[in-house]
């Protein structure tokens, strides 16, 4: 029997960027839905579907902690991750505080699904 896909929402305007992490994803058996702007991401955040939120921080109608504030208006429990260049411990510590469970700063691939694996207790998906 197949085991379920990690379903994952990832914001991100670089298209680059959301080819690659979901590329990358992918290979760890994830199921990656992604979206270039705060409003798509919302839209598909309402949906339920997912079982991590990956965003990164600026958006070109937002930000990333805009996103997640608006997500935490109506779901307390899903994970979200930000996968951001903004690389500097106050960046962390907004993302945090506007209700994100994890900070990874780009270009870290590899982290990704180790965090994605801690926060969703999927461990198959840190092991590859």
């Not at 960027?17 to 598909?44: F, H, K, P």
Request: charged share 25%.
């Amino acid at each position: 029997m197949n085991k379920p896909k990690t379903r994952i929402l990832f914001v991100d305007d670089n298209e680059d960027t959301r080819l690659m992490v979901t590329c990358w994803l992918g290979y760890v058996d994830c199921e990656v839905m992604t979206a270039d702007c705060l409003a798509s991401g919302l839209q598909l955040a309402l949906r339920g579907i997912f079982d991590a939120v990956v965003v990164d921080s600026r958006l070109p109608d937002g930000t990333g902690r805009d996103l997640c504030q608006k997500i935490r208006e109506f779901d307390a429990v899903t994970p979200i991750i930000f996968y951001s260049g903004e690389a500097y411990e106050t960046d962390r510590a907004r993302a945090l505080a506007c209700g994100a469970q994890d900070y990874v700063v780009k270009p870290d691939l590899d982290s990704l699904p180790k965090a994605i694996a801690r926060l969703v207790r999927t461990p198959t998906l840190s092991s590859h």
